[in-house]
């Protein structure tokens, strides 16, 4: 079955600090991956997706993340916080099946707060 | 154009209660899909629409719990009776293909049950 793991719940950098928030996931055929975010009091918003192709993924707000099959892993970077990135981030992996694409495994998500 | 539509945004009930949830897709996704978060776990799928038949329900927790999306557009959750452990956010998503690549969601309805 497939599975997502976020690592950390809670994740606590300063402002213009590296932000990594960590992704892991299970998955018996080549997986979408996705990011998304919830900001206080608001709904999902997608950050960025990996689905074939580049690697490399750039995402909106300057979050990117890279899709390394090898280690099944595809973690959200950022180069430097800002307070406003504070929010719950989310890494989901998509169905394993063609037509599954909507039904997304999520991880557990990860609380990012941003120190002045 | 318009987003996913939720509504109500929040509601509070009784145990015992029903509500019923409102989702309005983007004009022209075939596909709609139910997700919740209840308090301290992940987001779960609940079930998958293409137009008005039912594709996945294999999420659906328990016969509580019935979705319905007439005429293929708008779709509704509704509870009956709600439980404590019902609390949590109702998020809904419309996608145009079943492939994954575009998933739009809504900004979810918050219920609790008291």
């Known amino acids: 079955a497939q599975s997502v793991t976020q690592l950390g719940s809670h994740v606590s950098v300063s402002e213009g600090a590296l932000v990594l928030l960590r992704c892991n996931y299970s998955s018996s055929v080549p997986p979408y991956l996705f990011w998304y975010v919830q900001y206080p009091n608001q709904g999902l918003q997608l950050l960025l997706k990996?689905?074939?192709?580049?690697?490399l993924v750039k995402g909106i707000n300057g979050f990117e993340a890279e899709f390394k099959k090898s280690e099944t892993s595809f973690h959200l970077t950022k180069p430097s916080a800002h307070m406003s990135d504070a929010a719950e981030y989310f890494c989901a992996v998509s169905g394993p099946l063609k037509n599954q694409g909507g039904k997304l495994i999520f991880g557990q998500g990860t609380e990012l707060s941003v120190k002045p | 154009e318009a987003g996913v539509t939720q509504f109500p945004s929040h509601s509070v009930i009784e145990k015992g209660q029903t509500v019923t949830l409102r989702c309005d897709p983007i004009?022209?996704?075939?596909?709609l899909y139910w997700y919740r978060r209840v308090m301290g776990k992940e987001i779960k799928f609940l079930l998958h629409f293409v137009k008005e038949s039912k594709q996945d329900e294999s999420g659906m927790p328990n016969n509580r719990f019935l979705a319905e999306r007439t005429g293929g557009t708008y779709s509704t959750l509704k509870v009956q009776p709600a439980e404590l452990e019902d609390s949590g956010v109702y998020f809904c998503?419309?996608?145009?293909?079943?492939?994954?690549?575009?998933?739009?969601f809504g900004e979810g309805s918050w219920l609790t049950v008291v």
């Open positions: 990996y689905t074939t192709g580049a690697t």
């Open positions: 998503a419309s996608s145009p293909d079943r492939f994954g690549n575009t998933i739009y």
């Open positions: 004009s022209g996704h075939d596909n």
